[in-house]
């Protein structure tokens, strides 16, 4: 089944970093005015019948209970429907699924989708890796971000011994892409001895194999793939998604060396746009740490299960290699602030496929791009989204 | 234009209540086998193919960050698509209209809706009303809920005569409504003395003008219209919804006798579900405090703009009144656990259409029944859904 019903007709972020100076609100105003002046034959903001608004925690780290009903009075767009969408890190992700079903539904003709999230203002103490310790009384003490992810590194290095110098290669290569990204939060390229002589966080995990503390938005314009020349003679069209969860807890997972819900996730994505991983032309997949993108690639099926670390190693996922993965420096150079992550990897996504990447530009053969997001306690929920300049 | 292509084939809930001894997963668990318990013709639950979770705070008050793709591991689904949809007090309401156009876009065809919050587990102080304030440096200062409603309840009585009296007729009905409702937090009834001589909240409200804080949860089942036949021989349909957003600060607001998202929303479910006011048999709204209700049932055009308080007082919103209004109790009998409510406001509905509500059934002239929620920062959101019973 091909889908192809709904297109992306403008895309756009702010540069990611520490942003103590802008508001919630104001980031997302600069995403939404970013996404309208991408918009080729231009854009009247007036034309948004609904928005959805991808924020992980709220404003302020959860502090304040709401955080997607205000974003269109910030915009100038107050009276439209307006939805907060949250699933853990693909938060944003899945507003873009959930907007791209709105559109197919017929119920609305253009649609908003927004993903924000301010991550410095709260100290580390204050913020989410602290409070992420979930409702089970024994087994989540303690569970911050990288202590959930460094088991499957110990596993995969165990396995299929994979080495720390191959981890470090994602990171070498991630931070060599956001060095020719002008909106990464790191724009300096670094070597696999910085990687292995930063500190270590979580064994086998060091400092420079874990993506940073970013804030930061993006915005997509999506609209009926039947009006998408109004605005537009380049369209980008959603191909397909597939979304899966997992059983949340660590001691409930079947394996350690690959991710279920990303697996699940993949084949219905696949499916769904019926392609195979060999159409993909270059993908944005979530590497919050350095052992996650090579699970990704693998789980993904851009290389066979335990031949991630030594494809990294190789190149091949390198802007000219076979598979280029993360042109966009992925969440360890660009960042990760949650909302907005997997909005800001579509629109890298939307970019190559449009052949805007500029000096990240990769060859293009297919027309296809994946997106890709893993989260939640556990890695318990795994959203990808395939984007296509293919007519429906 | 008719709608009518996403059929409602089960609801159900928990017993609303201070649910110490249950965990949020096993209050959704209870939820999900009350809606599955409720299919005429018998339901797999292997037969959901994706979930929505309306949840306001995640868990724990938000301490934890996530509260929606944990849910289908805690049901025995595990795998499933799953996202949270939080749209503040209307988060219920919005996840059934997101749920509803996850159908008709094609993409699912049997999907489930559960509203599931803790509002017990943690004090007051560490909860949602000490932590509502929002980013506003001095206009948001001690805005707690009633602090945000009295201003409306003062305005209301200046310019149309409502008085105190008139505002207790609406607890003393809901709590009445309640006390036939065996899922209700509160179920014995109360006289307007009782109301009056409560103890100030934030004056003209009093306590029994104030709905309590209560743990709960509800859930749907959503089926594309033309399978509905599969699981009952008496469908409830989707009709249409509408929600509207407003500027969120109160200072901002263009009227303290209405809620113009409520007004806006409204225009657009009666527009999409093509009927008007004088259509609808039943109606479930928002009856946070009791000047709520009455803003709610003339912005809704069930009475003349300044007549609600009089209308109440009249009886006209009674169970057997011309327009029988909160006949599960509302939340001020009820109960408010955010983001079930909207939930189990679309259960009583769905009860009423089908003749099952009991004592609380009302006269079904129409076969319409509509459901409304109104929050956020200065009730700065508001969605409503209709459910029919003609044939789409």
């Known amino acids: 089944m091909s889908w192809n019903r709904v297109a992306v007709v403008g895309a756009g972020l702010i540069k990611f970093g520490e942003l103590f100076d802008q508001s919630y609100e104001q980031m997302a105003a600069g995403a939404f005015a970013a996404a309208v002046d991408s918009v080729d034959h231009g854009f009247e903001p007036s034309q948004v019948e ?3 608004v991808a924020t992980q925690r709220g404003t302020l780290w959860g502090q304040e209970g709401i955080g997607g009903n205000t974003v269109p009075s910030a915009i100038g767009l107050a009276g439209i429907p ?3 969408i949250e699933n853990a890190c693909p938060s944003g992700s899945d507003a873009f699924r959930v907007g791209a079903m709105a559109v197919a539904s017929g119920v609305h003709d253009v649609v908003l989708v927004i993903g924000v999230e301010k991550m410095r203002d709260k100290s580390a103490e204050e913020g989410l890796l602290a409070r992420a310790a979930a409702g089970h009384p024994i087994f989540t003490r303690g569970e911050t971000a990288p202590v959930l992810f460094a088991p499957f590194a110990t596993r995969h290095m165990h396995e299929f011994g994979t080495t720390r110098e191959m981890l470090a290669s994602v990171a070498v290569k991630n931070h060599y892409n956001g060095a020719r990204d002008p909106y990464a939060h790191f724009q300096s390229e670094i070597t696999v001895e910085d990687v292995l002589a930063s500190p270590s966080v979580c064994s086998p995990l060091h400092l420079l194999d874990c993506c940073p503390q970013t804030d930061g938005a993006a915005a997509t314009l999506l609209v009926r793939a039947d009006i998408a020349e109004r605005f537009t003679d380049h369209p980008v069209y959603v191909a397909g998604f597939g979304v899966a969860t997992d059983h949340p807890y660590l001691h409930e ?3 350690f060396v690959g991710l279920k819900a990303t697996q699940l996730a993949a084949e ?13 032309d270059c993908a944005e997949v979530h590497d919050c740490f350095t052992i996650t993108e090579i699970l990704d690639i693998e789980d993904l099926g851009f290389v066979d299960k335990g031949k991630g670390g030594v494809a990294s190693l190789d ?12 042109t966009s420096g992925g969440l360890l150079a660009k960042g990760h602030p949650i909302g907005a992550t997997g909005v800001a990897q579509l629109t890298e ?6 052949g805007e990447a500029g000096d990240r530009q990769v060859e293009l053969r297919h027309g296809n ?8 306690r556990g890695s318990g929920v795994s959203v990808i989204n395939i984007l296509t300049t293919n007519q429906p």
């Open 253 to 255: 997972k079947s394996s």
């Open 349 to 354: 996504c939307w970019w190559q496929l449009r």
């Open 268 to 280: 219905r994505a696949y499916a769904m746009a019926d392609v195979s991983p060999a159409d993909i």
């Open 315 to 326: 190149g091949e996922t390198s802007l000219t290699g076979r598979i280029p993965i993360n």
């Open 369 to 376: 791009a994946l997106q890709h997001n893993v989260g939640g």
């Open 50 to 52: 609904a928005a959805f």
């Open 82 to 84: 307006c939805t907060r």
